[in-house]
């Protein structure tokens, strides 16, 4: 029982609402308020909206009755359940209270028991009522799904946060005949298949919601660029690319990001447009999927398509490593290279990671180049096992979103054998944001149980280096090239490095600075304590090839 409920006792006789309001308290009401005639209880019902009124029948100037007339005519009876409460049960006055609306009648004297089962019976029904019509407010009866007011609430939320969202609107234009041609419950499942097939996409999801009669609308908080959300979303309605045709195949969609430039649009909008754009695009065309904002739409396809040629690449073996040399602090032994990913272009020729990574970066797919090009390094490190010398060390480049997925760890134990590990460094690039922090710290310690070393690379540059140096496990620093160019003429920055690399060797962790191209910021760091050196001033990327031979001279 809900005992929170609020309940208003009506009668004339002072000993009546006692005993009444005595019984209410056994039952575990606190909120209880009286009224002893017809017009108090009525401003009290009017002020206050109580959940239940065990209202007297017979009462001076105006009796229970007359109350339930006032109440029925200002449509107030929906709202508030009455039991009628009289030591006169003749037929006709029971008749014409439940004719008003009353939804029981006791008799006098109460019984306890009695009134326990009424009252109970009567809260319940309140919020079973209650639960119905809050389903009705904010869900569609047909398929079960949230529908536009509950969408619009949440994009409100959002807007008033004025955080990045993005709303898709997704059209299946074949609803309507699905409806007649196969019933209402057919096209209704259809709906509720395309919401599963969204909610195993992997991106976040706020809300997915039916926003018309062959419409859903799928809200998503802090989205990835809009390249890699327009292939989520094309996923989501064509199926997997090369295989079946997908679930929703005569659908499109157009993907609205807010929040929007102009502050006075709103919720409403913002889906408008993205329900406009949605219905503008065919299912016959090759691009099923729009970006709303015309200014943003090149840009994405482009990008888009750049991912696409990537995973093409893939495919077809067309990526390759070159080496940058990486020297002692003479700057006459090699000790190390970094591995640094080329693209052979069957029409463009060979591309740097410039050209492709940045529409990569933030999609699955950089996982994938990730592990691929641990693969790489490790094919390399066999093929060279009797050439390398005992300090040299392979630097691997990858992405926090790589290790912090935890299959790293296994993949590296899978594609580098054991004796080849203590040349691999892996390195974690300090410009990108470590999400999930613990999940990092366990996937490089188990990397480095491997006999694997782990570099953190751009040091100075990222997010908290001194914080990340003592959260992350790691035995070597990469200190950026922005510390490095102009060296040799800036006694401030000499200070830093200075004090840089004494913090390090305090930490037991080697150094590398990276960047250097002039002859005197050379000399400047050679004098600066223990480290390696990398830059095109002492060698540029080559293929693996001339690396080898470098090494064996």
Same mark, same amino acid.
């Given at each position: 029982?809900?005992?929170?409920?609020?309940?208003?006792?009506?009668? @004339? +006789?002072? +000993?009546?609402?006692?005993?009444?309001?005595?019984? #209410?308290?056994?039952?575990?009401?606190?909120?209880?308020?009286?009224?002893?005639?017809?017009? /108090?209880?009525?401003?009290?019902?009017?002020?206050?909206?109580?959940?239940?009124?065990?209202?007297?029948?017979?009462?001076?100037?105006?009796?229970?009755?007359?109350?339930?007339?006032? #109440?029925?005519?200002?449509?107030?009876?929906?709202?508030?359940?009455?039991?009628?409460?009289?030591?006169?049960?003749?037929?006709?006055?029971?008749?014409?209270?439940?004719?008003?609306?009353?939804?029981?009648?006791?008799?006098?004297?109460?019984?306890?028991?009695?009134?326990?089962?009424?009252?109970?019976?009567?809260?319940?029904?309140?919020?079973?009522?209650?639960?119905?019509?809050?389903?009705?407010?904010?869900?569609?009866?047909?398929?079960?799904?949230? +529908?536009?007011?509950?969408?619009?609430?949440?994009?409100?939320?959002?807007?008033?946060?004025?955080?990045?969202?993005?709303?898709?609107?997704?059209?299946?234009?074949?609803?309507?005949?699905?409806?007649?041609?196969?019933?209402? !419950?057919?096209?209704?499942?259809?709906?509720? /298949?395309?919401?599963?097939?969204?909610?195993?996409?992997?991106?976040?999801?706020?809300?997915?919601?039916?926003?018309?009669?062959?419409?859903?609308?799928?809200?998503?908080?802090?989205?990835?660029?809009?390249?890699?959300?327009?292939?989520?979303?094309?996923?989501?309605?064509?199926?997997?690319?090369?295989?079946?045709?997908?679930?929703?195949?005569?659908?499109?969609?157009?993907?609205?990001?807010?929040?929007?430039?102009?502050?006075?649009?709103?919720?409403?909008?913002?889906?408008?447009?993205?329900?406009?754009?949605?219905?503008?695009?065919?299912?016959?065309?090759?691009?099923?999927?729009?970006?709303?904002?015309?200014?943003?739409?090149?840009?994405?396809?482009?990008?888009?398509?750049?991912?696409?040629?990537?995973?093409?690449?893939?495919? +077809?073996?067309?990526?390759?490593?070159?080496?940058?040399?990486?020297?002692?602090?003479?700057?006459?032994?090699?000790?190390?290279?970094?591995?640094?990913?080329?693209?052979?272009?069957?029409?463009?020729?060979?591309?740097?990671?410039?050209?492709?990574?940045?529409?990569?970066?933030?999609?699955?797919?950089?996982?994938?180049?990730?592990?691929?090009?641990?693969?790489?390094?490790?094919?390399?490190?066999?093929?060279?096992?009797?050439?390398?010398?005992?300090?040299?060390?392979?630097?691997?480049?990858?992405?926090?979103?790589?290790?912090?997925?935890?299959?790293?760890?296994?993949?590296?134990?899978?594609?580098?054998?054991?004796?080849?590990?203590?040349?691999?460094?892996?390195?974690?690039?300090?410009?990108?944001?470590?999400?999930?922090?613990?999940?990092?710290?366990?996937?490089?310690?188990?990397?480095?149980?491997?006999?694997?070393?782990?570099?953190?690379?751009?040091?100075?540059?990222?997010?908290?280096?001194?914080?990340?140096?003592?959260? #992350?496990?790691? @035995?070597?620093?990469?200190? !950026?090239?922005?510390?490095?160019?102009?060296? !040799?003429?800036?006694?401030?920055?000499?200070?830093?490095?200075?004090?840089?690399?004494?913090?390090?060797?305090?930490?037991?962790?080697?150094?590398?600075?990276?960047?250097?191209?002039?002859?005197?910021?050379?000399?400047?760091?050679?004098?600066?304590?223990?480290?390696?050196?990398?830059?095109? #001033?002492?060698?540029?990327?080559?293929?693996?090839?001339?690396?080898?031979?470098?090494?064996?001279?």
């Amino acid at each position: 029982m809900n005992t929170d409920a609020q309940v208003l006792v009506v009668d @004339d +006789n002072e +000993n009546n609402r006692f005993m009444l309001v005595r019984y #209410l308290h056994r039952l575990g009401f606190q909120r209880i308020a009286e009224a002893d005639d017809g017009a /108090a209880a009525l401003q009290r019902i009017r002020e206050s909206r109580p959940d239940l009124v065990l209202l007297d029948v017979i009462m001076p100037d105006m009796d229970g009755v007359q109350v339930l007339e006032v #109440l029925r005519r200002e449509g107030r009876m929906g709202d508030v359940p009455v039991i009628m409460v009289s030591a006169h049960e003749t037929l006709e006055i029971v008749v014409r209270c439940i004719e008003l609306g009353a939804e029981d009648y006791l008799t006098k004297p109460i019984q306890p028991t009695m009134l326990r089962a009424r009252v109970m019976a009567i809260l319940e029904k309140r919020r079973l009522r209650e639960i119905e019509l809050e389903f009705i407010a904010h869900f569609d009866p047909d398929t079960h799904l949230p +529908n536009r007011h509950a969408l619009l609430e949440r994009v409100e939320r959002m807007l008033a946060g004025r955080r990045r969202f993005a709303l898709v609107a997704i059209s299946c234009r074949n609803h309507g005949s699905i409806a007649l041609s196969a019933g209402e !419950d057919d096209a209704s499942a259809r709906l509720r /298949a395309l919401d599963d097939r969204i909610q195993s996409s992997g991106l976040p999801t706020d809300i997915v919601a039916r926003v018309g009669d062959g419409t859903v609308a799928w809200l998503l908080p802090d989205v990835s660029p809009d390249h890699v959300l327009l292939q989520a979303v094309e996923d989501v309605l064509v199926g997997d690319r090369g295989g079946a045709a997908g679930i929703a195949s005569d659908c499109t969609a157009a993907i609205a990001v807010g929040p929007p430039a102009d502050p006075g649009e709103g919720a409403s909008d913002l889906l408008r447009l993205a329900m406009s754009e949605a219905m503008r695009v065919s299912p016959e065309s090759s691009e099923r999927v729009l970006i709303a904002d015309p200014a943003l739409r090149t840009e994405a396809r482009e990008a888009l398509a750049t991912l696409r040629e990537v995973e093409r690449a893939l495919a +077809n073996d067309e990526l390759l490593l070159h080496f940058q040399p990486i020297f002692d602090r003479d700057a006459r032994r090699l000790v190390g290279a970094e591995a640094l990913l080329r693209w052979m272009h069957p029409e463009r020729g060979l591309l740097p990671p410039g050209a492709f990574l940045g529409a990569v970066e933030a999609s699955p797919l950089m996982e994938t180049l990730d592990v691929r090009v641990v693969a790489m390094a490790g094919k390399v490190l066999a093929a060279w096992a009797d050439e390398l010398p005992d300090d040299f060390r392979m630097h691997v480049n990858l992405t926090a979103h790589s290790i912090m997925s935890g299959r790293l760890p296994a993949y590296v134990e899978q594609v580098v054998p054991s004796p080849l590990r203590r040349y691999l460094t892996l390195e974690l690039t300090e410009r990108v944001h470590v999400m999930d922090m613990p999940a990092c710290v366990a996937a490089l310690q188990q990397i480095r149980a491997l006999g694997v070393q782990v570099a953190l690379d751009d040091f100075g540059t990222g997010f908290s280096s001194l914080s990340h140096i003592n959260l #992350l496990p790691c @035995d070597l620093l990469k200190i !950026d090239r922005s510390f490095v160019t102009g060296v !040799d003429g800036d006694p401030k920055r000499q200070r830093l490095l200075s004090s840089l690399i004494g913090m390090a060797q305090a930490l037991d962790l080697g150094v590398v600075v990276e960047g250097i191209e002039r002859e005197d910021d050379l000399r400047v760091l050679q004098a600066l304590g223990p480290l390696q050196l990398q830059g095109f #001033l002492l060698g540029r990327p080559v293929p693996a090839g001339e690396l080898l031979d470098r090494l064996a001279a």
